[in-house]
């Protein structure tokens, strides 16, 4: 294999797929397929749950292909002076030069390397990159990272009617988005995509691009040109969102969103370290944010709101499970739908409906006495 091209282009092409590379008693699953062809060459990493694929052009002298320690690679690429960029193989040895840099690398056979899966989609549809990317942010993180919890550790995407929906649980917060999606044809799938593959779509998608989705019975795929990522779908069901989704309350609290993130930001700096519990004391138009851990202290701080019903109520919540969500509302005004101090809290952008979060509270103290 020997092939020529710009240093970016490759760069660019090993900084998308070195996303899939795993630390693995496989050796072969830390390395990059790289195979040349007419046109290009294209890069393959896989941890045999997310396959990644880039290509890039480039003007290729001999056809071939190997596989080539990824993040070695990556450096490589990374540290070699602006230009051009040659690259030869000889079996499973790879010789690469810039002006006056060489390296030889030792790599592996490509016959060693995993079959890439195929794409056979039954449903397909597109969505712009910058709605994609808004719809994974505002929800993966409320995904279980209990590896026991296999129906909780993704995404839940849900496409019908003209409508995402995306939705993510631990069984302690929910977070739930939706978004319109104009398409030809009846779309219908129900599916769960697993966490790490989401988080590294969110790192490789293009501004201003539509992403092309097909959904398999096992399998989903997302395809923003030169750009492919396959992703295997965690086999499991989920729970019944709805069910967990507040539809009634008692009293709503408005307040704007930074102030509020700072109050309790600041004052979960003395929270008790196990429960990270923050309590919130409603009086009039002032909420009290405030957290007490005995062996350090206390701190307390109010917040100016003003609310829809009339009305005093204390809770408690966790308070890196408000940092999370109140961090992904945006700016402005947010609304804080309460029931009592013992039902779930409801938290939304003010006058928006389509990207709520529900976190359970903390039982209070005084209420367990």
């Known amino acids: 294999m020997k092939f020529t091209c710009k240093k970016n282009d490759f760069l660019e092409g090993m900084r998308v ?49 190997i596989c080539l320690p990824g993040d070695k690679i990556l450096s490589i690429i990374r540290e070699l002076p602006p230009g051009e960029v040659n690259l030869d193989t000889s079996h499973t040895k790879a010789t690469i030069s810039c002006e006056k840099a060489i390296f030889h ?11 890439i899966p195929s794409l056979e989609a039954k449903q397909t549809f597109s969505v712009s990159s910058e709605n994609l990317r808004e719809m994974i942010q505002r929800t993966v993180f409320a995904a279980s990272r209990d590896e026991t919890r296999q129906n909780l550790n993704g995404v839940y995407l849900e496409a019908g009617e003209k409508e995402l929906k995306m939705v993510a649980t631990d069984g302690r917060r929910l977070a739930f988005i ?28 293009s501004e201003e691009k539509e992403v092309k ?32 989704i507040p539809v009634e309350y008692n009293i709503a609290i408005l307040t704007d969103r930074d102030q509020l993130y700072g109050a309790v930001r600041r004052v979960s700096l003395l929270a008790d370290e196990k429960s990270r519990l923050v309590k919130f004391k409603l009086q009039g138009n002032i909420l009290w944010v405030s957290a007490n851990a005995p062996e350090m202290g206390q701190a307390r701080e109010e917040v100016a709101v003003r609310t829809e019903e009339k009305g005093e109520i204390e809770i408690g919540f966790n308070s890196a499970y408000l940092l999370d969500a109140l961090k992904n509302l945006g700016e402005g005004e947010i609304c804080l739908e309460l029931t009592d101090s013992v039902n779930p809290g409801l938290i939304r952008p003010s006058g928006n409906k389509d990207y709520i979060n529900v976190v359970m509270p903390v039982r209070l103290e005084t209420e367990e006495a």
């Not at 797929?17 to 890069?43: C, D, N, R």
């Not at 097909?214 to 709805?242: C, D, T």
Request: charged letters at 20%; glycine letters at 6%.
């Open 17 to 65: 797929v070195q996303y899939a590379l795993t630390s693995t008693t496989l050796p072969i699953l830390t390395h990059v397929l790289m195979v040349a062809k007419e046109g290009g060459v294209s890069l393959t990493t896989t941890n045999l749950a997310t396959t990644i694929q880039s290509s890039f052009e480039g003007q290729v002298r001999e056809k071939g292909e």
């Open 178 to 205: 939706r978004a319109p999606f104009g398409v030809s044809e009846q779309i219908r799938a129900e599916i769960i995509i697993p966490m790490p593959a989401l988080q590294q779509l969110v790192r490789i998608l």
């Open 213 to 244: 989705i097909g959904i398999s019975q096992k399998q989903i795929f997302f395809q923003m040109e030169p750009v492919l990522l396959i992703s295997q779908l965690v086999e499991a069901k989920f729970p019944n969102y709805r069910d967990v």
């Open 105 to 115: 690398l030792l790599g592996l056979s490509s016959d060693e390397f995993p079959e």
